[in-house]
């Protein structure tokens, strides 16, 4: 089901420049140093559509142009066994990936389908098809989850992708059915890792005929993400714990948390917004990244 294109502007993460997206830029073009930039959004305050919407009932804070079908959005459950082994009485867990049972239906049991949904409902419609002066073909680069996300997002869609991934990670993408002959796939050598998987869609890129998909400098791909944080909204109480699998999804994490002003109908503060406390958790690699921010705080304090 078709809703009206979200209105929103993009920022300068590091100038504060605001300017219009043009329709695929994933950087300031009057910028030349590396900066993030974010979508600021006309509404200040969010309106969840109905669950029929998938995860385009965050549209509000979704810099897309359309819908795409099939989506489906996180959801937030009180647990019980969980909550009895760890001693909690208000424990609500936010999931997102395939578990019907409890009202989750992401196909690919991939968060990754909140990023693929939002990033390619950003895609203008002049850019889709494959054909046509001004249409495009995404590439992505992935090493097994975001690709099946992709893949199954776009050949659901009928939208042009080439996928490189390295060939090592190629039973990562199981499907149920057979995907469109929209969605093609390339490989890096065996023995070769995720970065020569972006090299060689970097080599693709150099014709004007494929478009990079961008990764976390889309606005799109980390506020996909953040319809987690935006589910778990109404069962915030005085603490969170994060479970922060790699820096991207920490940083969507702390941008969408800054940007809430109001959740449901009452105001944050009721909340405990300013004594909410966090802790986080994260693979042993991402250690220094969040090591990192931590100490980079300490020195603006």
């Known amino acids: ?24 830029l994933l950087s300031d073009p009057e910028y030349d140093k590396p900066s993030l930039i974010r979508a600021v959004y006309e509404k200040r305050q969010i309106e969840f559509k109905d669950d029929k919407y998938g995860i385009y009932k965050f549209a509000d804070w979704l810099p897309i142009w359309h819908t795409l079908k099939n989506s489906a959005a996180p959801v937030t ?8 082994e760890l001693g909690l009485n208000n424990l609500y867990i936010t999931f997102s ?10 196909r690919t049991a991939s968060f990754k389908e909140t990023e693929a949904y939002s990033v390619c409902a950003r895609l203008p419609k002049a850019m889709l098809g494959g054909c046509g002066q001004d249409s495009k073909v995404l590439v992505v680069a992935s090493a097994g989850n975001t690709a099946r996300a992709f893949a199954q997002v776009c050949s659901d869609n009928h939208i042009p ?10 039973n ?36 004007k005929k494929y478009m990079a998909e961008g990764g976390a400098k889309n606005v799109a791909r980390r506020d996909g993400m953040s319809t987690t944080t935006l589910c778990s909204t ?40 300013e004594v909410i406390s966090i ?6 690699p991402y250690v220094r990244c969040l090591e990192g921010r931590e100490q980079k705080h300490s020195v603006h304090r």
């Not at 050598?189 to 014709?207: E, M, N, R, T, V």
């Open 234 to 273: 109404s069962h915030w109480q005085n603490s969170e714990f994060l479970l922060s699998g790699y820096w991207q999804r920490h940083r969507c994490y702390c941008r969408i948390r800054s940007q809430l002003k109001i959740i449901g109908r009452r105001p944050l503060w009721q909340y405990g917004y």
């Open 172 to 207: 990562a993408l199981w499907f149920a059915k057979p995907l469109n002959d929209c969605v093609k796939i390339i490989c890096s050598p065996a023995g070769s890792d995720y970065f020569d998987a972006i090299a060689l869609s970097d080599k693709l890129c150099s014709s």
């Open 1 to 24: 089901m078709e809703i009206e294109p979200t209105k929103f502007k993009l920022k300068n993460c590091e100038t504060k420049r605001v300017f219009e997206d043009t329709g695929w």
């Open 97 to 106: 990936g395939y578990w019907p049972e409890k009202g989750a239906n992401m």
């Open 279 to 284: 802790s986080e958790c994260s693979v042993y």
């Open 161 to 170: 992708i080439v996928i490189s991934i390295p060939f090592d990670n190629l």
């Open 77 to 84: 459950y009180k647990s019980e066994r969980l909550a009895a």
